[in-house]
């Protein structure tokens, strides 16, 4: 069975930055993507950033984080991890990794096949 386990949410201050962790175990990762998403109070649940798992991998980022969010990967440790910086009151959320059967990027949650608990931000301003 494939689990992923999110770490390093936390609160922070606005301008600050957190490193999400997301650790995959269960299956062998290298022709999966993987995708960060992201469930505020009251809101759905939306796409945040995605990459696949192969060497020459791609990367699909939402807008409202280009140029702040960072995915990457350590295929040797089948983690993901999302660097967040100059975080906003808005990125406030439960941030949620998943990967799904297929190395095409996606950023329909629907897509993904599998998820992990979730992992709370906080940005007070």
């Known amino acids: 069975q494939v689990q992923l386990v999110e770490s390093g949410g936390g609160a922070v201050q606005a301008g600050g930055s957190l490193r999400l962790s997301c650790a995959a175990s269960?299956?062998?990762?290298?022709?999966?993507?993987m995708g960060w998403f992201r469930q505020a109070p009251g809101k759905e649940r939306e796409f945040v950033a995605g990459?696949?798992?192969?060497?020459?991998?791609?990367?699909n980022y939402a807008d409202f984080v280009k140029g702040r969010f960072t995915i990457s990967r350590d295929n040797a440790k089948n983690t993901v991890f999302l660097q967040m910086n100059s975080l906003k009151p808005e990125d406030t959320a439960v941030y949620y990794c998943?990967?799904?059967?297929?190395?095409?990027?996606?950023?329909?949650?629907?897509?993904?096949?599998?998820w992990g608990q979730g992992t709370q931000v906080a940005v007070s301003s």
């Open positions: 990459s696949t798992w192969s060497g020459w991998s791609a990367k």
């Open positions: 998943a990967t799904r059967r297929s190395n095409r990027l996606s950023e329909i949650d629907r897509d993904y096949d599998y």
């Open positions: 269960g299956r062998t990762f290298g022709n999966y993507a």
